[in-house]
């Protein structure tokens, strides 16, 4: 089993910045791959970065040059720096960490006002 702790979801304007951090536990397996995703009002859950253990990072193109996601094998955790943000950001952000199955973080609510 594995479980994940989010934190840094916040209210911030357009412009700003945050970093949102996610702590996995549990049987993580040897080689994974964590990220995230969010979910906007009213859309679907949808991609927004990702880091396996060898490091091979993916962006979804929007976010690309903006956030930043990184991660630390030994404490078993994944950061996402997003600046320069925008109302589209606006979403729940979810973590995930990946082997055969997927889990899935309880969601943090990030909102950015105009």
């Known amino acids: 089993q594995v479980q994940l702790v989010e934190s840094g979801g916040d209210l911030v304007q357009a412009g700003g910045s945050l970093t949102l951090a996610c702590v996995a536990s549990?049987?993580?397996?040897?080689?994974?791959?964590m990220g995230w995703y969010r979910q906007a009002p009213g859309k679907q859950r949808q991609f927004v970065a990702s880091?396996?253990?060898?490091?091979?990072?993916t962006y979804t193109p929007s976010v690309k040059g903006r956030f930043t996601i990184s991660r630390d094998n030994a404490k078993n955790t994944v950061s996402l720096q997003m600046n320069s943000l925008t109302p589209p950001d606006t979403g729940v952000y979810y973590c995930?960490?990946?082997?055969?199955?997927?889990?899935w973080g309880q969601g943090t609510q990030v909102t950015v006002a105009s």
């Open positions: 880091m396996n253990t060898d490091g091979s990072i």
């Open positions: 549990g049987s993580l397996g040897s080689f994974n791959i």
């Open positions: 995930y960490h990946r082997v055969t199955y997927i889990t």
